[in-house]
């Protein structure tokens, strides 16, 4: 195939075609699709670029290849030779994100493209189920998991660290000396999408809402206690959470687990979340 001519940076101008892409897979993009409802195109709002590779300006059509490069880049759509035009866009400016995710397709194709040059990768997550749904959940909440008041900041923190370290490997607090990940929780908590179940001063299960767009929330950071395992804490408090968004804010609950994560699927699944695509990571 030809290469593409290269990915171009998207404006405001290119809003309405931007929109079009998001909201024909509101699930997938939700991630994406939260910053630009927000935000707009503009870059310095959007805390990040939108590219695009289609062959012709998305603003005289349908965009059928399209990129965020943020804190992470998430190629969203696009075949092969976009792909590569993302790629050769993103090499020119060098790695700036702490990792690569989105659809898996189009994640390991870019992955691809940037090997050669960024990796290799401290990590690679060929296969997370990406699952969603739109009813109130099949498993009974717990009426403990509420969401986390701001008073509580310094109680909950330890156990969003926790959770970090373990599900990415790294501390969240290296570099800054966690001002920035404090930031990052103290604005979920002050938007009540933090929720957690307290044991006196000790979390012991939480959960946030992450991306938030106008149609869908996607579950985050889903956590139990070591010592509470094995139990039911997280799926009793993740259908809390599923019930939030669903009854009380009118969306629909998304996640996405790794495949591996045998114990975590039969949950979700028992929750009554459906698998309806597939994500990919490298961590970096």
Same mark, same amino acid.
């Given at each position: ?122 990590? $690679? ?77 000790? $979390? ?81």
């Amino acid at each position: 195939m030809l290469r593409l001519a290269g990915a171009r940076l998207l404006d405001e101008r290119d809003y309405p075609a931007v929109r079009a892409a998001l909201s024909a897979d509101p699930v997938g993009t939700c991630m994406v699709g939260a910053r630009v409802e927000i935000a707009g195109v503009n870059p310095r709002r959007l805390g990040g670029e939108l590219w695009s590779a289609d062959a012709r300006s998305p603003r005289q059509g349908r965009i059928e290849a399209l990129c965020f490069s943020g804190p992470n880049l998430v190629p969203l759509c696009g075949d092969a030779p976009a792909l590569r035009s993302f790629a050769d866009r993103a090499l020119r400016r060098g790695r700036t994100c702490s990792s690569l995710v989105g659809p898996a397709q189009q994640v390991l194709g870019l992955w691809d493209e940037l090997a050669p040059e960024w990796g290799p990768a401290r990590e $690679v997550r060929h296969d997370q189920p990406l699952m969603a749904m739109d009813a109130p959940s099949s498993v009974l909440a717990d009426p403990l998991v509420r969401a986390v008041r701001p008073d509580e900041l310094d109680r909950y923190l330890p156990a969003a660290v926790a959770m970090f370290i373990e599900e990415v490997g790294v501390d969240p607090r290296a570099g800054d000396g966690g001002a920035s990940y404090r930031a990052r929780v103290t604005e979920l908590i002050a938007g009540g999408r933090a929720f957690a179940r307290f044991d006196g001063d000790e $979390v012991v299960f939480k959960a946030e809402i992450g991306a938030l767009s106008g149609t869908v929330g996607q579950i985050q950071g889903v956590w139990v206690h070591p010592s509470r395992r094995g139990h039911g804490l997280g799926s009793a408090g993740t259908a809390t959470v599923v019930n939030r968004l669903v009854r009380g804010m009118n969306r629909t609950a998304s996640l996405y687990v790794n495949s591996y994560n045998g114990a975590a699927l039969a949950s979700y699944r028992k929750i009554g979340f459906r698998q309806v695509g597939c994500y990919a990571t490298v961590l970096f």
